[in-house]
């Protein structure tokens, strides 16, 4: 029998590709045998992981700006798998979001994934694709602090379904909500809002989740993997989530 979960011959685009989660999808699926291109607002770390990459190609820009969007998809001629995964967060209740920061994270998390996934569209249809949304927990539950974060996540939730009803032969769609990952949107975390205390708040993170720990950018990418293969051809419309047992309860 031939070795499941294999890309072989298709061409994936993953934004935010650069770097943690999109960085270790990049590699798992140029592994599985896909042509890897990157998405990334960062050129630099894009273009070096492009160059560790055989057979991949990096694009740069912001996701969350119409025209940008137009000219990275300008080069693209074929497309069988998109990876929403660019994103940013926020750490503040609903008192503490200026409309400032309501407003980022709503054009990187929901409009950046729009505008990706409507230029992608025509590309994935002639190829009878898929998409895989990065979404999250918060998407799902509350979690504290996290006012405008959860809002951005559940609207991924929704796209998602909504996506999967209107083209239900002609794509698949299907997300993915970690919970807490060991990846730089959390270094970064910590280091904006717990930089003297990173020792005792990891420990705090790890134990949020049942199982004791973080998750890792790899277990996101395998878990990508699958529904982006032949195997998950059944599989549409799908909220899967991995997080340590968090939603559980």
Not at 1 to 9: K, S
Not at 45 to 54: K, T
Not at 161 to 170: C, V
Request: some cysteine; hydrophobic content about 45%; overall charge neutral.
């Amino acid at each position: 029998m031939a070795a499941p979960f294999r890309l072989d011959g298709k061409t994936a685009l993953i934004t935010g590709g650069a770097s943690g989660i999109g960085e270790a999808t990049a590699r798992v699926f140029t592994a599985a045998g896909a042509r890897l291109i990157i998405a990334d607002i960062d050129e630099s770390r894009a273009r070096g992981l492009s160059e560790q990459l055989p057979g991949s190609r990096f694009v740069t820009g912001d996701i969350s700006d119409e025209a940008a969007v137009g000219r990275m998809f300008s080069g693209i001629d074929s497309l069988d798998i998109l990876v929403n995964n660019a994103g940013i967060g926020h750490v503040g209740g609903v008192t503490e979001t200026t409309l400032a920061d309501w407003d980022r994270l709503m054009r990187v998390n929901v409009t950046g994934m729009f505008l990706v996934t409507r230029a992608a569209m025509p590309l994935l249809l002639k190829s009878h694709g898929s998409i895989v949304n990065l979404g999250s927990v918060a998407g799902l539950v509350g979690v504290k602090k996290r006012f405008a974060y959860c809002a951005t996540k559940g609207a991924v939730v929704a796209m998602t379904r909504q996506l999967a009803l209107d083209y239900p032969t002609e794509i698949r769609v299907n997300c993915i909500c970690p919970g807490t990952v060991d990846s730089p949107f959390v270094e970064g975390y910590l280091e904006k809002y717990h930089k003297h205390e990173k020792a005792e708040k990891r420990a705090q993170l790890n134990q949020r989740q049942p199982i004791g720990r973080l998750g890792t950018p790899e277990e996101i990418a395998h878990m990508a993997l699958y529904l982006s293969s032949p195997e998950a051809a059944f599989v549409n419309g799908s909220v899967l989530t991995i997080d340590g047992g968090w939603t559980a309860a």
